[in-house]
C-alpha cells in the first residue's frame, strides 16, 4: 500500500469519525429535548426561564393579578430556595418511585415533537408542566400545619404565578374552539381551575388548624363541587363550536381532577410518602392521554365541527 492509499485511508476514516460525532450531537439534543418532558424537569426548567426575566402578569385580573405581582417581588431572593426545594422533590421522586423503562425510539419521537412546535406536543408540555407545579404548591401548603412563614409564603405565589400563566397558554392554544368574544370566559375557566385549588388549600389548613391534634378533615365540599363544575363548564364551552358532546374529554378531565385530588389528600396525612409520590406518577402517566383529548377537539373545532 502506498503512501497515497495510506493518506486516502486516513482521510475517510476521519470522515467517518467527524459525521458519527455531528449525528451523536443531533441525537444528544434531541434526546435531552425529550429527557424536559419527564418528572419534575419541566417545572425546573419553568422556574429557571422565568427567572431570566419577569414574570407576566398581563392580562390578569383581580386575586389573580394580585397573586401574579406578589410572586413577582423579590422573585430573585426566592429562586434559589424554589430550586433547591425542586431537586430534593426530584430525588424524594427517585427514590420512592421506579419509572418505567422507555425506548429510545419513543424518546426520539417525542423530543422531534417538542422541536417540531406542534400543538398537540405544546398541549402535554404545558399540562405536563401544569401537574408539577400543582404538586410543589400542595407540598408547601398541605404538608404542614405549622403557620406559614413569609419564605413560604413567596414560594407558594410563585407556583401559583406559572400556573395562572400556563392556563393562559393553554386558553390561547384552545381558542380554535370559542369565538372571540368567548375567550376571556375559557381563559377565567382555565385560571378558576387554580385558584379554586388554592382555596382548597387555604380552607383545608384553616379548618384543621383550629383542632391540629383532631381528626383529620377532607376538603370542602362547596369548593371540591364548585372545582368539579369548573370543569363541566371548560368542556361544555369547548364543545359548543362543534355542537358535540365529547365525552372523552370529559372524562379526561374529570379524571385529571380526580388524580389530582387523590395526592393531594395523601399529603395531608402522610406528608410525601411513598404512595403520594405514587398517586403523583399516576397523574403524570395520565398527562399524554388529557392532552391527546383536548387536542382532538381542538382539530374537530378548527375542522368546523365535523
Given at each position: 500500500m ?9 482521510i475517510?476514516?476521519?470522515l467517518?469519525l ?7 450531537v ?12 419527564q ?36 422573585v ?36 422531534m ?16 408542566q ?14 404542614s ?33 370559542v ?19 388554592a ?48 365525552n ?36 403524570l402517566?395520565?398527562?399524554?392521554m388529557?392532552a ?6 381542538m382539530?374537530?373545532?378548527?375542522s368546523?365541527?365535523?
Open positions: 502506498d503512501d497515497d492509499q495510506k493518506r486516502f485511508i486516513v475517510l476514516v476521519l467517518v467527524l459525521v458519527v460525532i455531528f449525528l451523536g443531533v441525537f444528544a439534543i434531541v434526546y435531552a429535548m425529550a429527557k424536559v418532558k418528572v419534575i424537569a419541566p417545572l425546573r426548567s419553568t422556574v429557571r426561564r422565568k427567572i431570566k426575566g419577569v414574570v407576566k402578569v398581563k392580562g390578569l385580573k383581580g386575586q389573580a393579578r394580585k397573586v401574579a405581582n406578589n410572586a413577582v417581588k423579590g430573585k431572593s426566592i429562586a434559589s430556595k424554589v430550586r433547591s426545594d425542586l431537586r430534593m422533590l426530584a430525588k424524594q421522586f427517585r427514590e420512592q418511585i421506579k419509572t418505567k423503562s422507555k425506548t429510545m425510539k419513543s424518546k426520539l419521537d417525542r423530543g415533537a417538542i422541536l417540531s412546535g406542534d400543538p398537540c406536543s405544546k398541549l402535554d408540555q404545558l399540562w405536563t401544569h401537574v408539577n407545579l400543582t404538586f410543589y404548591y400542595g407540598a408547601l401548603a398541605l404538608t400545619l405549622d403557620p406559614i412563614t413569609q419564605e413560604q409564603k413567596a414560594k407558594m405565589d410563585w407556583p401559583a404565578s406559572q400556573l395562572l400563566q400556563i392556563q393562559q397558554d393553554l386558553s390561547d392554544l384552545m381558542k380554535t374552539c369565538s372571540e368574544s368567548e375567550r376571556p370566559t375559557l381563559t377565567q375557566l382555565l385560571k378558576d381551575h387554580i385558584m379554586i385549588v382555596q382548597i388549600a387555604s380552607k383545608w389548613r384553616e379548618a384543621q388548624s383550629k383542632n391540629p391534634t383532631g381528626p383529620l378533615h377532607g376538603f370542602d365540599t362547596d369548593l371540591v363541587q364548585a372545582w368539579y363544575k369548573n370543569a363541566q363548564d371548560t368542556v361544555t364551552l369547548l364543545e359548543s363550536r362543534t355542537g358535540h358532546q365529547n372523552h374529554l370529559r372524562n379526561a378531565y374529570k379524571s385529571h381532577l380526580d388524580q389530582t385530588a387523590a395526592y393531594l389528600s395523601e399529603m395531608t396525612k402522610t406528608k410525601t410518602s411513598k404512595r403520594t409520590f405514587e398517586l403523583f406518577a399516576e397523574a402517566d395520565h398527562v399524554p388529557l391527546s383529548t383536548f387536542c382532538t377537539q382539530i374537530a373545532c378548527s368546523g365541527g365535523g
